[in-house]
């Protein structure tokens, strides 16, 4: 592991990015959910959100994702971002914003957090919508 973490190093991850990338921070499922949603993105990799959330606040979050480590560090610091944080002030938060929060990642994957942002935004937007569809 030695090895790959320098070669992240290298690359522009940030200690933070690489620290959440090793040990899969906020990655997992959630069974009782209120929001979920699996988006692809144009590079191919796919992320999935698992939300609890109680009214408009977020209470807990984990993902998945079949993708890089710039996708891994992404989703893990957008959830500690959102945690406990309502669903608009969530929506605020931007790719840069998580390249922030990590400290940096290399340029070529802004994307990635753009993807984490995306599924994010999609997993909201299905939630209001049920929400808006129940008596
Ligand atoms: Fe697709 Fe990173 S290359 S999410």
Do not use: W
């Not at 200690?15 to 997992?28: C, L, S, W």
């Not at 998580?98 to 984490?116: D, Q, S, T």
Request: with cysteine; hydrophobic share 35%.
């Amino acid at each position: 592991m030695g090895e790959v973490i320098d070669l992240l190093k290298q690359s522009g991850y940030s200690d933070k990015a690489i620290e959440y990338y090793v040990n899969k921070v906020n990655v997992g499922e959630m069974k009782d959910h209120d929001a979920h949603f699996a988006y692809t993105g144009p590079c191919g990799d796919t992320m999935e959100f698992f939300l609890k959330i109680d009214s408009t606040v977020i209470k807990d979050a984990k993902f998945q994702a079949i993708g890089c480590a710039g996708a891994f560090a992404s989703g893990s610091a957008l959830i500690e971002m959102i945690r406990g944080e309502t669903l608009e002030q969530t929506e605020k938060i931007d790719e840069n914003d998580i390249v922030n929060y990590l400290g940096g990642i290399p340029e070529p994957k802004i994307h990635c957090a753009r993807l984490a942002k995306t599924t994010l935004g999609l997993a909201i937007k299905e939630y209001r919508q049920r929400r808006m569809q129940e008596p």
